[in-house]
């Protein structure tokens, strides 16, 4: 196991520890680390060195280059002060350790050395801290305040300072810090706090942030019939919404937004057409694309897979999906902005097993708990315990999670085994549903994608659940009209799959909408023809010079012409005949002769 799997393995007083020792300059004694956060911290600090976090200088405990990396700012200070003094010259070395009352002669390497033991122990930088004049320690607890940097324009070099400037120069409140050791140039302008001041500045009764205690969870012993019954029941709903959102989507695509993935007001309009969350429409597209079942780009469409997945079992279609969701290049968060993958895959599916396997064969009814406890267990598996929850509510969502614990089929993600047996039989596929006199029609279970169609193109969906409700009213008839449908085909594949029969209501309802449908006709017209001559209007449409006007005869005395009134009068004019414009409002339209000026 590398180390960096070492480290995202442990627990959250662990990384604590780590971080303290970190802060402190990153040489540490159990002593230093257990004052800083306020219990003992040996157990903490063997179990890292065991796993090759912590190193051994002396008799104190060493931090790796790895925790470097992972606590750049630890407890929110900055470098420890050897390191910042690693860019200074000897002679300035020189000054800091004399004036620290430490030996002045000897190699750079050595000065460095005596510096870096000096901060080592807090003891002599507390001290220190106490002797700073009052200009001085304003202006460094200010710095504290701001991240640790301070911005001073015009300063020299320490030594350079000393030897060269006159006696009556102005004094800077940071000159002090600086030829002590407590502050560092780090650019031409600014300078550091040291980390190990930074502590000090916060008194000798500060206690970094200590959590050994893990959060307490309702833990109970989950009954396996309820599990799989529980999670089979949100698998088939979740494979019902999927097949819910891609027809939607293969009717009108979903739009994207120019960063790219779908917008947050496309989400909010599809997640309340299909009666669920904003996140969950996230997750059924993450999914589904996951999957190859929808393909992103500048639309979000179905693909050709999508319509193979239809024609599989509810087992083989739900394990699709759960697979797809241990494999997606995202974690979810708190975010509420596009939905778009963010997120290195093999780390998220790492993420995911990881929480799966912390609940292990435990149930709870409280997620929130489950989430704080199973981030106090892996804190940088999951960056957050916001993210936890996401990943149980998605868990959740899918069927992975059934009753508040891992489903058979989480196991078999965990166990990388066969999904879809372990999802288990999950039924048949609704082919017929119950019409009812209230116009409306139940489907138990999931519809086939036949049933699903037809009642997609004739009714509403009203609610969803272990059964799909759908409401016909005389919009939905009449735009089943408008797709082609005509009455007689439309009874008849109604009754096709009516378990009852067809409800008289209903019927009624075809009927009546049928005799209304087509009523009033609405056709394209660019412009009119309009004549008191009968005769002359039937002549000009019979002449079959205007064929590229395509005239349409609408009335005795009213011709319909696909072409503009230009070129419509232009046409009537080369055929011989002495039309007029009109304007909209009816008037004559006056054709003058344009002159042009220079």
């Known amino acids: 196991?590398?180390?960096?799997?070492?480290?995202?393995?442990?627990?959250?007083?662990?990384?604590?520890?780590?971080?303290?020792?970190?802060?402190?300059?990153?040489?540490?004694?159990?002593?230093?680390?257990?004052?800083?956060?306020?219990?003992?911290?040996?157990?903490?600090?063997?179990?890292?060195?065991?796993?090759?976090?912590?190193?051994?200088?002396?008799?104190?405990?060493?931090?790796?280059?790895?925790?470097?990396?992972?606590?750049?700012?630890?407890?929110?200070?900055?470098?420890?002060?050897?390191?910042?003094?690693?860019?200074?010259?000897?002679?300035?070395?020189?000054?800091?350790?004399?004036?620290?009352?430490?030996?002045?002669?000897?190699?750079?390497?050595?000065?460095?050395?005596?510096?870096?033991?000096?901060?080592?122990?807090?003891?002599?930088?507390?001290?220190?801290?106490?002797?700073?004049?009052?200009?001085?320690?304003?202006?460094?607890?200010?710095?504290?305040?701001?991240?640790?940097?301070?911005?001073?324009?015009?300063?020299?070099?320490?030594?350079?300072?000393?030897?060269?400037?006159?006696?009556?120069?102005?004094?800077?409140?940071?000159?002090?810090?600086?030829?002590h050791g407590l502050v560092y140039r780090v650019t031409w302008e600014d300078y550091q706090l040291a980390g190990q001041v930074a502590l000090a500045l916060r008194g000798v009764d500060y206690r970094a942030p200590f959590q050994p205690q893990e959060p307490p969870v309702a833990w109970h012993t989950p009954e396996p019939v309820t599990v799989r019954r529980d999670a089979q029941a949100q698998g088939i709903a979740v494979v019902g919404l999927l097949a819910a959102l891609l027809d939607g989507a293969g009717r009108e695509p979903l739009a994207t937004v120019k960063a790219g993935g779908v917008g947050v007001r496309e989400l909010n309009r599809t997640a309340k057409a299909l009666g669920v969350t904003t996140p969950t429409v996230r997750l059924l597209l993450a999914v589904a694309t996951e999957a190859g079942l929808a393909e992103l780009g500048t639309r979000v469409i179905p693909t050709a897979g999508y319509d193979r997945w239809l024609t599989r079992g509810l087992d083989r279609r739900l394990a699709v999906l759960l697979t797809a969701w241990r494999d997606l290049d995202y974690l979810p968060s708190s975010q509420t902005g596009p939905w778009m993958p963010e997120y290195d895959e093999a780390w998220s599916a790492h993420a995911r097993l990881a929480a799966l396997r912390a609940l292990g064969h435990r149930a709870t009814t409280n997620l929130d708990q489950a989430a704080q406890w199973t981030w106090w267990r892996q804190p940088l598996t999951f960056g957050s315990a916001t993210t936890v929850r996401g990943l149980l509510d998605e868990a959740t969502t899918l069927g992975v999670l059934g009753a508040g614990a891992v489903s058979p089929a989480g196991q078999a993600l965990l166990a990388d085994a066969d999904v879809v047996e372990a999802v288990g039989d999950l039924g048949e596929v609704t082919p017929t549903a119950r019409l009812q006199a209230d116009l409306t029609a139940v489907v138990a279970g999931t519809p086939s994608p036949e049933l699903a169609e037809l009642l997609g193109a004739t009714a509403v969906v009203e609610s969803r659940g272990t059964a799909t409700t759908w409401r016909f009213n005389p919009a939905t008839v009449r735009g089943a009209y408008d797709a082609g449908w005509t009455r007689q085909r439309l009874t008849k594949a109604l009754t096709k799959i009516a378990e009852g029969g067809l409800p008289q209501p209903l019927a009624y309802l075809l009927a009546d909408v049928a005799r209304?449908?087509?009523?009033?006709?609405?056709?394209?017209?660019?412009?009119?023809?309009?004549?008191?001559?009968?005769?002359?209007?039937?002549?000009?449409?019979?002449?079959?010079?205007?064929?590229?006007?395509?005239?349409?005869?609408?009335?005795?005395?009213?011709?319909?012409?696909?072409?503009?009134?230009?070129?419509?009068?232009?046409?009537?004019?080369?055929?011989?005949?002495?039309?007029?414009?009109?304007?909209?409002?009816?008037?004559?339209?006056?054709?003058?002769?344009?002159?042009?000026?220079?």
């Not at 956060?37 to 060493?62: E, H, I, K, N």
């Not at 005239?551 to 005795?556: F, H, I, K, S, T």
């Open 1 to 179: 196991m590398s180390p960096y799997d070492q480290l995202a393995g442990l627990d959250l007083p662990s990384l604590q520890v780590l971080e303290a020792a970190s802060a402190l300059g990153g040489a540490v004694t159990e002593a230093e680390v257990s004052a800083l956060v306020g219990a003992d911290a040996t157990p903490y600090l063997q179990r890292a060195t065991d796993a090759g976090l912590l190193g051994r200088l002396r008799s104190r405990f060493a931090v790796s280059g790895i925790l470097r990396e992972v606590f750049d700012r630890p407890l929110g200070v900055g470098p420890a002060a050897g390191q910042l003094a690693a860019v200074l010259n000897v002679e300035d070395l020189k000054v800091i350790t004399g004036n620290l009352g430490l030996p002045t002669k000897g190699r750079k390497a050595d000065l460095l050395e005596a510096l870096a033991e000096f901060f080592l122990h807090p003891d002599n930088v507390h001290a220190l801290v106490k002797r700073m004049p009052a200009a001085t320690r304003s202006l460094v607890q200010e710095a504290d305040r701001e991240g640790g940097r301070i911005r001073r324009y015009g300063g020299s070099g320490i030594a350079h300072r000393i030897r060269y400037q006159p006696r009556y120069r102005q004094v800077h409140p940071l000159d002090w810090a600086e030829e």
């Open 516 to 598: 209304q449908h087509g009523s009033v006709r609405v056709s394209p017209v660019v412009s009119t023809l309009v004549s008191d001559d009968t005769v002359l209007l039937a002549q000009i449409c019979a002449d079959k010079r205007l064929g590229p006007l395509h005239l349409r005869l609408l009335a005795p005395t009213v011709l319909a012409s696909q072409a503009t009134t230009a070129d419509t009068t232009a046409a009537l004019r080369k055929a011989g005949y002495a039309p007029r414009q009109q304007h909209v409002d009816g008037r004559d339209v006056i054709e003058k002769t344009r002159r042009h000026r220079a």
